[in-house]
Protein backbone atom coordinates (compact mmCIF):
# COMPACT_ATOMS: atom_id res chain seq x y z
CA UNK A 1 0.00 0.00 0.00
CA UNK A 2 0.90 3.56 -0.26
CA UNK A 3 0.88 4.08 3.30
CA UNK A 4 4.19 2.44 3.88
CA UNK A 5 5.96 4.78 1.16
CA UNK A 6 4.58 7.67 3.59
CA UNK A 7 7.40 8.83 6.48
CA UNK A 8 5.35 10.64 9.09
CA UNK A 9 2.68 12.07 6.38
CA UNK A 10 -0.27 13.89 8.23
CA UNK A 11 -3.07 11.80 8.94
CA UNK A 12 -6.63 12.78 7.60
CA UNK A 13 -7.77 13.72 11.28
CA UNK A 14 -5.21 16.33 10.96
CA UNK A 15 -8.03 18.21 8.13
CA UNK A 16 -10.29 18.12 10.29
CA UNK A 17 -13.27 15.93 8.26
CA UNK A 18 -16.81 17.67 9.14
CA UNK A 19 -18.91 16.02 11.22
CA UNK A 20 -21.13 13.82 8.59
CA UNK A 21 -24.62 14.89 8.06
CA UNK A 22 -26.69 11.58 8.41
CA UNK A 23 -29.94 10.12 6.73
CA UNK A 24 -31.55 6.67 5.75
CA UNK A 25 -31.69 4.94 2.51
CA UNK A 26 -35.36 5.38 2.30
CA UNK A 27 -35.80 8.90 2.96
CA UNK A 28 -36.98 11.00 0.09
CA UNK A 29 -34.42 13.43 -2.00
CA UNK A 30 -36.98 15.98 -0.26
CA UNK A 31 -35.90 15.35 2.81
CA UNK A 32 -32.57 15.41 2.57
CA UNK A 33 -31.94 18.01 0.63
CA UNK A 34 -34.54 20.13 3.58
CA UNK A 35 -31.82 19.01 6.10
CA UNK A 36 -28.96 19.54 4.15
CA UNK A 37 -30.36 23.51 3.88
CA UNK A 38 -31.48 23.71 7.22
CA UNK A 39 -27.31 22.68 7.94
CA UNK A 40 -25.95 24.11 4.87
CA UNK A 41 -24.59 21.40 4.04
CA UNK A 42 -23.20 20.41 0.95
CA UNK A 43 -23.57 16.33 1.41
CA UNK A 44 -25.09 13.66 3.16
CA UNK A 45 -23.85 10.23 4.48
CA UNK A 46 -26.47 7.82 3.78
CA UNK A 47 -26.91 5.05 6.05
CA UNK A 48 -29.08 1.87 5.50
CA UNK A 49 -31.19 -0.45 7.94
CA UNK A 50 -28.16 -1.60 10.41
CA UNK A 51 -26.56 1.96 10.76
CA UNK A 52 -24.00 1.00 8.10
CA UNK A 53 -22.79 3.13 5.29
CA UNK A 54 -25.15 2.56 2.10
CA UNK A 55 -23.91 5.41 -0.08
CA UNK A 56 -23.56 9.34 -0.31
CA UNK A 57 -25.39 12.49 -1.86
CA UNK A 58 -24.01 15.39 -2.76
CA UNK A 59 -25.36 18.63 -4.25
CA UNK A 60 -23.92 17.86 -7.44
CA UNK A 61 -25.92 14.63 -7.36
CA UNK A 62 -28.99 15.80 -6.96
CA UNK A 63 -28.26 18.53 -9.95
CA UNK A 64 -27.41 15.77 -11.75
CA UNK A 65 -29.52 12.78 -11.15
CA UNK A 66 -32.85 14.53 -9.67
CA UNK A 67 -32.94 18.16 -10.96
CA UNK A 68 -31.59 17.45 -14.67
CA UNK A 69 -33.36 14.44 -15.35
CA UNK A 70 -36.98 16.55 -13.71
CA UNK A 71 -37.53 13.48 -11.06
CA UNK A 72 -39.91 14.39 -8.35
CA UNK A 73 -37.83 15.21 -4.98
CA UNK A 74 -40.70 14.55 -2.42
CA UNK A 75 -41.11 11.10 -4.07
CA UNK A 76 -37.88 10.08 -5.33
CA UNK A 77 -35.83 8.03 -2.50
CA UNK A 78 -32.73 9.26 -1.81
CA UNK A 79 -31.19 5.66 -2.21
CA UNK A 80 -32.17 5.37 -6.13
CA UNK A 81 -29.46 8.80 -6.74
CA UNK A 82 -27.14 8.78 -4.37
CA UNK A 83 -23.69 7.21 -5.14
CA UNK A 84 -23.40 3.84 -3.66
CA UNK A 85 -20.70 2.06 -1.82
CA UNK A 86 -18.17 5.52 -1.88
CA UNK A 87 -14.31 5.32 -1.63
CA UNK A 88 -13.72 6.31 2.17
CA UNK A 89 -10.71 7.29 3.79
CA UNK A 90 -9.43 6.55 6.97
CA UNK A 91 -8.71 9.18 9.78
CA UNK A 92 -5.36 7.36 10.14
CA UNK A 93 -4.35 7.25 6.17
CA UNK A 94 -2.46 10.40 4.95
CA UNK A 95 -3.74 12.95 4.26
CA UNK A 96 -2.11 13.40 1.21
CA UNK A 97 -3.37 9.73 0.05
CA UNK A 98 -6.95 11.65 0.60
CA UNK A 99 -6.52 14.16 -1.60
CA UNK A 100 -4.86 12.10 -4.48
CA UNK A 101 -8.10 9.92 -4.19
CA UNK A 102 -10.34 13.12 -4.31
CA UNK A 103 -8.39 14.81 -7.70
CA UNK A 104 -7.91 11.38 -9.46
CA UNK A 105 -11.71 10.25 -9.20
CA UNK A 106 -13.04 13.62 -9.59
CA UNK A 107 -14.48 13.41 -5.39
CA UNK A 108 -15.51 17.06 -3.64
CA UNK A 109 -16.29 14.53 -0.52
CA UNK A 110 -14.69 11.87 0.77
CA UNK A 111 -15.97 9.63 3.87
CA UNK A 112 -14.06 9.10 6.97
CA UNK A 113 -13.92 6.19 8.88
CA UNK A 114 -12.19 5.47 12.27
CA UNK A 115 -10.20 2.10 12.70
CA UNK A 116 -12.93 0.28 13.00
CA UNK A 117 -14.70 1.40 10.01
CA UNK A 118 -17.73 3.58 11.05
CA UNK A 119 -18.74 6.82 9.58
CA UNK A 120 -17.25 9.50 11.38
CA UNK A 121 -16.48 12.17 9.21
CA UNK A 122 -16.47 13.94 5.83
CA UNK A 123 -13.80 15.38 3.89
CA UNK A 124 -13.85 18.41 1.42
CA UNK A 125 -11.27 18.55 -1.02
CA UNK A 126 -11.56 22.56 -0.29
CA UNK A 127 -9.81 21.44 3.00
CA UNK A 128 -7.58 19.08 1.14
CA UNK A 129 -6.05 21.82 -1.21
CA UNK A 130 -6.19 24.54 1.89
CA UNK A 131 -4.09 21.57 4.12
CA UNK A 132 -2.15 21.57 1.12
CA UNK A 133 -1.55 25.08 -0.37
CA UNK A 134 -0.74 26.10 4.11
CA UNK A 135 1.73 23.26 4.32
CA UNK A 136 3.70 24.49 0.35
CA UNK A 137 3.71 28.17 1.97
CA UNK A 138 5.03 27.33 5.46
CA UNK A 139 7.76 24.88 3.34
CA UNK A 140 8.59 28.01 1.41
CA UNK A 141 8.81 30.46 4.59
CA UNK A 142 11.43 27.49 5.44
CA UNK A 143 13.24 28.16 2.34
CA UNK A 144 13.37 24.61 1.92
CA UNK A 145 13.02 21.96 -0.75
CA UNK A 146 10.28 20.50 1.17
CA UNK A 147 7.80 21.64 -1.92
CA UNK A 148 9.49 19.99 -4.34
CA UNK A 149 9.48 16.77 -2.10
CA UNK A 150 5.94 17.34 -1.56
CA UNK A 151 5.44 17.44 -5.54
CA UNK A 152 7.51 13.86 -5.79
CA UNK A 153 5.61 12.36 -2.99
CA UNK A 154 2.35 13.30 -4.35
CA UNK A 155 3.65 11.53 -7.49
CA UNK A 156 5.29 8.44 -6.03
CA UNK A 157 1.37 7.92 -4.50
CA UNK A 158 -0.04 4.85 -6.35
CA UNK A 159 -1.86 6.01 -9.18
CA UNK A 160 -0.94 9.44 -9.01
CA UNK A 161 -0.17 10.38 -12.56
CA UNK A 162 2.35 12.78 -14.22
CA UNK A 163 -0.99 14.99 -14.62
CA UNK A 164 -1.59 15.69 -10.60
CA UNK A 165 1.80 16.23 -9.87
CA UNK A 166 2.20 19.16 -13.12
CA UNK A 167 -0.74 20.58 -11.53
CA UNK A 168 0.90 21.21 -7.95
CA UNK A 169 4.29 22.23 -9.63
CA UNK A 170 2.04 24.77 -11.14
CA UNK A 171 0.79 25.98 -7.89
CA UNK A 172 4.40 26.11 -6.69
CA UNK A 173 5.24 28.27 -9.91
Known amino acids: SSKSRIKDARPVSKLRPKAPMVSATNDTVLAVTQMLASKRGDAAIITDESGGLAGII ?33 MSDPATEAMVTMVENRFRHLPVTDDSGAIVGVLDIAKCLNDAISKLEKSQEKGSSAAEDAVKQ ?20
Do not use: E, W, Y
Not at 60 to 88: G, I, Y
Not at 154 to 169: D, H, K
Open 154 to 173: MASLQGAGGNQAAALQALLG
Open 58 to 90: TDTDVTRRVVAKQLPASSTRVSDVMTANPSCVS
